[in-house]
Protein backbone atom coordinates (compact mmCIF):
# COMPACT_ATOMS: atom_id res chain seq x y z
CA UNK A 1 0.00 0.00 0.00
CA UNK A 2 3.07 2.27 0.66
CA UNK A 3 3.55 1.89 -3.11
CA UNK A 4 0.24 3.29 -4.13
CA UNK A 5 -0.44 6.89 -4.84
CA UNK A 6 -1.94 8.99 -2.49
CA UNK A 7 -5.88 8.86 -1.80
CA UNK A 8 -6.25 4.92 -2.69
CA UNK A 9 -7.84 2.81 -0.23
CA UNK A 10 -9.73 -0.53 -0.18
CA UNK A 11 -13.17 0.31 -0.71
CA UNK A 12 -14.77 -2.69 -1.62
CA UNK A 13 -18.63 -3.10 -2.39
CA UNK A 14 -21.38 -5.42 -0.68
CA UNK A 15 -21.50 -7.65 -3.71
CA UNK A 16 -17.56 -7.57 -4.28
CA UNK A 17 -17.29 -8.41 0.14
CA UNK A 18 -19.28 -11.53 -0.36
CA UNK A 19 -18.94 -12.45 -4.24
CA UNK A 20 -15.52 -12.30 -3.97
CA UNK A 21 -14.06 -12.13 -0.48
CA UNK A 22 -16.67 -13.94 1.86
CA UNK A 23 -17.09 -16.85 -1.13
CA UNK A 24 -13.26 -17.35 -1.76
CA UNK A 25 -12.56 -17.46 2.11
CA UNK A 26 -15.31 -19.74 2.33
CA UNK A 27 -14.16 -22.71 -0.56
CA UNK A 28 -10.61 -22.25 0.65
CA UNK A 29 -9.62 -20.40 -1.93
CA UNK A 30 -6.91 -17.76 -2.35
CA UNK A 31 -6.44 -17.26 1.49
CA UNK A 32 -2.92 -16.47 1.21
CA UNK A 33 -4.09 -12.93 -0.64
CA UNK A 34 -7.39 -12.80 1.07
CA UNK A 35 -5.73 -12.68 4.72
CA UNK A 36 -3.46 -10.38 3.75
CA UNK A 37 -6.01 -7.46 3.31
CA UNK A 38 -8.80 -9.20 5.63
CA UNK A 39 -7.34 -11.15 8.76
CA UNK A 40 -9.25 -14.22 10.24
CA UNK A 41 -10.18 -12.30 14.00
CA UNK A 42 -12.82 -12.98 16.64
CA UNK A 43 -14.03 -9.43 16.28
CA UNK A 44 -15.92 -9.90 19.83
CA UNK A 45 -12.97 -10.70 21.70
CA UNK A 46 -11.61 -7.52 21.25
CA UNK A 47 -12.80 -3.86 21.76
CA UNK A 48 -13.83 -2.21 18.88
CA UNK A 49 -11.10 0.58 19.23
CA UNK A 50 -8.60 -1.68 19.06
CA UNK A 51 -9.41 -3.45 15.68
CA UNK A 52 -8.17 -1.05 13.65
CA UNK A 53 -4.39 -2.53 14.45
CA UNK A 54 -5.56 -5.93 13.90
CA UNK A 55 -6.71 -5.64 10.23
CA UNK A 56 -5.27 -7.35 7.62
CA UNK A 57 -1.08 -6.01 6.68
CA UNK A 58 -2.33 -4.50 3.23
CA UNK A 59 -4.90 -2.19 5.12
CA UNK A 60 -2.88 -1.09 8.66
CA UNK A 61 -3.31 2.49 6.80
CA UNK A 62 -7.23 2.64 6.38
CA UNK A 63 -8.82 4.92 8.82
CA UNK A 64 -12.43 4.71 8.10
CA UNK A 65 -13.32 0.83 8.01
CA UNK A 66 -11.71 -2.15 8.70
CA UNK A 67 -12.92 -5.95 7.59
CA UNK A 68 -12.16 -9.25 9.22
CA UNK A 69 -13.64 -13.42 8.46
CA UNK A 70 -14.94 -13.90 11.64
CA UNK A 71 -15.34 -17.84 12.05
CA UNK A 72 -18.44 -18.96 13.64
CA UNK A 73 -18.27 -19.21 17.52
CA UNK A 74 -17.98 -23.07 19.01
CA UNK A 75 -21.22 -21.89 21.53
CA UNK A 76 -22.88 -20.83 18.06
CA UNK A 77 -21.57 -24.73 16.46
CA UNK A 78 -23.52 -26.09 19.42
CA UNK A 79 -26.78 -24.81 18.37
CA UNK A 80 -26.27 -22.10 21.41
CA UNK A 81 -26.63 -18.00 20.45
CA UNK A 82 -23.05 -16.17 20.24
CA UNK A 83 -21.56 -13.90 22.26
CA UNK A 84 -21.33 -10.14 21.70
CA UNK A 85 -19.96 -8.97 24.74
CA UNK A 86 -16.51 -7.65 25.56
CA UNK A 87 -14.57 -6.69 28.81
CA UNK A 88 -16.37 -3.40 28.62
CA UNK A 89 -19.54 -3.37 26.65
CA UNK A 90 -21.48 -4.84 24.17
CA UNK A 91 -22.44 -5.28 20.22
CA UNK A 92 -26.47 -4.94 20.29
CA UNK A 93 -28.32 -5.04 17.18
CA UNK A 94 -30.27 -2.66 15.22
CA UNK A 95 -32.63 -2.59 12.60
CA UNK A 96 -33.74 -5.33 10.53
CA UNK A 97 -31.65 -7.94 8.86
CA UNK A 98 -31.09 -6.85 5.19
CA UNK A 99 -30.68 -9.09 1.56
CA UNK A 100 -27.97 -8.11 -0.09
CA UNK A 101 -28.41 -8.37 -3.87
CA UNK A 102 -25.50 -8.49 -6.88
CA UNK A 103 -25.40 -6.46 -9.96
CA UNK A 104 -27.98 -8.76 -11.55
CA UNK A 105 -30.61 -8.68 -8.63
CA UNK A 106 -29.94 -12.02 -7.12
CA UNK A 107 -29.86 -12.34 -3.37
CA UNK A 108 -26.59 -13.26 -2.54
CA UNK A 109 -26.13 -12.60 0.97
CA UNK A 110 -27.71 -11.37 4.41
CA UNK A 111 -26.24 -8.00 6.03
CA UNK A 112 -27.00 -7.58 9.77
CA UNK A 113 -25.99 -4.24 11.46
CA UNK A 114 -24.49 -3.66 14.58
CA UNK A 115 -23.94 -0.95 17.06
CA UNK A 116 -21.45 -0.72 20.48
CA UNK A 117 -22.62 -0.07 23.57
CA UNK A 118 -19.94 0.54 26.52
CA UNK A 119 -21.45 -0.75 29.91
CA UNK A 120 -23.66 -3.70 30.37
CA UNK A 121 -27.18 -4.37 29.01
CA UNK A 122 -29.85 -2.69 29.16
CA UNK A 123 -27.93 0.42 30.68
CA UNK A 124 -25.14 0.91 28.24
CA UNK A 125 -23.58 4.29 26.40
CA UNK A 126 -24.07 4.33 22.80
CA UNK A 127 -20.92 4.59 21.06
CA UNK A 128 -20.27 5.81 17.63
CA UNK A 129 -18.59 2.66 16.47
CA UNK A 130 -20.59 0.13 13.99
CA UNK A 131 -20.64 -2.77 12.67
CA UNK A 132 -22.15 -4.63 9.48
CA UNK A 133 -22.24 -8.39 9.49
CA UNK A 134 -22.35 -10.32 6.66
CA UNK A 135 -23.17 -13.97 5.58
CA UNK A 136 -23.21 -15.58 1.96
CA UNK A 137 -25.98 -17.62 0.94
CA UNK A 138 -25.41 -21.11 -0.11
CA UNK A 139 -25.42 -21.19 -3.63
CA UNK A 140 -26.04 -24.94 -3.83
CA UNK A 141 -29.53 -25.05 -1.70
CA UNK A 142 -30.31 -21.76 -3.13
CA UNK A 143 -33.52 -21.52 -5.55
CA UNK A 144 -35.85 -18.45 -7.09
CA UNK A 145 -36.10 -16.08 -4.73
CA UNK A 146 -40.33 -16.70 -3.45
CA UNK A 147 -40.00 -20.04 -3.60
CA UNK A 148 -37.78 -21.57 -1.13
CA UNK A 149 -35.85 -19.96 2.37
CA UNK A 150 -32.71 -19.02 1.38
CA UNK A 151 -30.24 -21.16 3.63
CA UNK A 152 -26.70 -18.99 4.85
CA UNK A 153 -23.21 -20.10 5.58
CA UNK A 154 -22.88 -19.80 9.12
CA UNK A 155 -19.34 -21.21 9.48
CA UNK A 156 -18.06 -17.56 8.53
CA UNK A 157 -19.34 -14.59 8.45
CA UNK A 158 -17.56 -11.45 7.11
CA UNK A 159 -17.56 -7.82 9.46
CA UNK A 160 -17.09 -4.42 8.32
CA UNK A 161 -16.41 -2.23 11.29
CA UNK A 162 -16.38 1.54 11.15
CA UNK A 163 -17.13 4.86 13.04
CA UNK A 164 -19.72 7.00 12.43
CA UNK A 165 -18.40 10.24 10.73
CA UNK A 166 -19.70 13.62 12.98
CA UNK A 167 -20.43 15.19 9.14
CA UNK A 168 -21.85 14.57 5.57
CA UNK A 169 -18.85 15.90 4.50
CA UNK A 170 -17.02 12.17 4.16
CA UNK A 171 -14.34 13.82 2.85
CA UNK A 172 -13.39 17.20 4.81
CA UNK A 173 -10.57 16.40 6.87
CA UNK A 174 -10.60 19.36 9.51
CA UNK A 175 -9.51 18.88 12.84
CA UNK A 176 -11.74 18.56 15.89
CA UNK A 177 -13.79 21.68 16.62
CA UNK A 178 -13.26 23.69 14.08
CA UNK A 179 -16.32 24.90 13.21
CA UNK A 180 -18.38 25.38 9.99
CA UNK A 181 -18.26 29.22 8.11
CA UNK A 182 -21.30 30.71 7.87
CA UNK A 183 -21.90 32.91 4.87
CA UNK A 184 -23.25 35.98 5.98
CA UNK A 185 -26.40 37.20 4.80
CA UNK A 186 -25.40 39.76 2.72
CA UNK A 187 -22.87 37.90 1.01
CA UNK A 188 -23.59 36.99 -3.13
CA UNK A 189 -21.82 34.19 -4.94
CA UNK A 190 -20.57 35.21 -8.14
CA UNK A 191 -22.56 36.22 -11.40
CA UNK A 192 -25.11 37.64 -9.40
CA UNK A 193 -26.35 34.26 -7.28
CA UNK A 194 -28.09 34.61 -3.77
CA UNK A 195 -25.92 33.11 -0.84
CA UNK A 196 -26.97 30.39 0.79
CA UNK A 197 -29.99 31.12 3.11
CA UNK A 198 -28.92 30.59 6.80
CA UNK A 199 -31.12 28.64 7.15
CA UNK A 200 -29.37 26.00 4.95
CA UNK A 201 -25.88 26.79 6.14
CA UNK A 202 -25.93 24.54 8.97
CA UNK A 203 -22.55 24.16 11.25
CA UNK A 204 -21.71 20.65 11.54
CA UNK A 205 -23.71 18.34 13.08
CA UNK A 206 -23.61 14.67 14.03
CA UNK A 207 -25.23 13.41 11.48
CA UNK A 208 -24.81 9.80 9.85
CA UNK A 209 -21.77 9.78 7.21
CA UNK A 210 -22.33 9.29 3.35
CA UNK A 211 -20.29 6.23 3.60
CA UNK A 212 -21.98 4.54 6.19
CA UNK A 213 -25.07 5.05 4.60
CA UNK A 214 -23.67 3.80 1.23
CA UNK A 215 -23.12 0.11 2.89
CA UNK A 216 -27.49 0.20 3.73
CA UNK A 217 -29.00 0.16 0.96
CA UNK A 218 -30.34 -3.45 1.41
CA UNK A 219 -34.36 -4.08 1.46
CA UNK A 220 -36.47 -5.27 4.64
CA UNK A 221 -36.94 -8.49 5.12
CA UNK A 222 -39.90 -8.34 6.55
CA UNK A 223 -41.58 -6.64 3.20
CA UNK A 224 -40.12 -8.76 0.07
CA UNK A 225 -43.04 -10.53 -1.77
CA UNK A 226 -45.38 -11.16 1.26
CA UNK A 227 -42.60 -13.48 2.84
CA UNK A 228 -42.40 -14.17 6.49
CA UNK A 229 -39.58 -11.86 8.37
CA UNK A 230 -36.10 -13.15 8.00
CA UNK A 231 -35.42 -12.91 11.82
CA UNK A 232 -38.04 -14.78 12.09
CA UNK A 233 -36.49 -18.10 10.30
CA UNK A 234 -34.68 -20.82 11.75
CA UNK A 235 -32.09 -20.75 9.25
CA UNK A 236 -30.77 -17.37 10.68
CA UNK A 237 -31.08 -18.35 14.72
CA UNK A 238 -29.26 -14.97 15.32
CA UNK A 239 -29.75 -12.95 18.81
Known sequence: ???MPPGYRFFPT???LISFYLRNKLEGNRNDHLNRVISVLDVFDHEPWHLP???GELCHEDIEQWFFFVPRQEREARGGRPSRMTASGFWKATGSPSYVYSSDNRVIGVNKTMVFYKGKAPTGRKTKW???EYRAIDQETSAPFGFS???LRHELS???VYVIAGSFRAFDRRPLGTETRRIPEN???VHGHDAMPPSQAT???EKTSSSESSYSGGTNLGNLNGQDPLWEWEPLNWP
Do not use: A
Open 149 to 151: VPK
Open 187 to 189: QHL
Open 1 to 3: MKE
Open 14 to 16: EEE
Open 53 to 55: KLS
Open 130 to 132: KMN
Open 203 to 205: ETG
Open 158 to 160: LCR
